[in-house]
Nanobody, 127 residues
Framework: QVQLVESGGGLVQAGGSLRLSCLAS????????MAWFRQASGKEREIVAA????????YYADSVKGRFTISRDNAKNTVYLQMNSLKPEDTAVYYC????????????????????WGQGTQVTVSS
């Protein structure tokens, strides 16, 4: 089992930026897809972005395309989520997750494809 620890959340004004980090330990990091999910209060958890094992392929939810960037550094066992032009509707708890495979088709980028989760980090965007 891998342990995932997120950091970088906080309170920011609309239009601002935050960079989330997720440090992995305990299991091979580089051979698996990684993703960021988020869950707003009263809503279901949704995928935000995902990245394949090498960093060469990415996926973004339509709501964050052009504003968020996912990246990974396999030498540091870390995945990042750079969030720019933040909006109040981006307010949520953000979770890092590790997949069971190296990559997935868009239809398979869902919670059940990811078997390890961090504890989450709160992102609050004020208007």
């Amino acid at each position: 089992q891998v342990q995932l620890v997120e950091s970088g959340g906080g309170l920011v004004q609309a239009g601002g930026s935050l960079r989330l980090s997720c440090l992995a330990s305990g299991r091979t990091f580089s051979g698996r897809a990684m993703a960021w999910f988020r869950q707003a209060s009263g809503k279901e958890r949704e995928i935000v972005a995902a990245i394949n094992w090498s960093g060469g392929d990415t996926y973004y939810a339509d709501s964050v395309k052009g504003r968020f960037t996912i990246s990974r550094d396999n030498a540091k066992n870390t995945v990042y989520l750079q969030m720019n032009s933040l909006k109040p509707e981006d307010t949520a708890v953000y979770y890092c997750a590790q997949g069971r495979a190296t990559w997935y088709s868009a239809t398979d980028l869902r919670e059940s494809s990811f078997d390890s989760w961090g504890q989450g980090t709160q992102v609050t965007v004020s208007s």
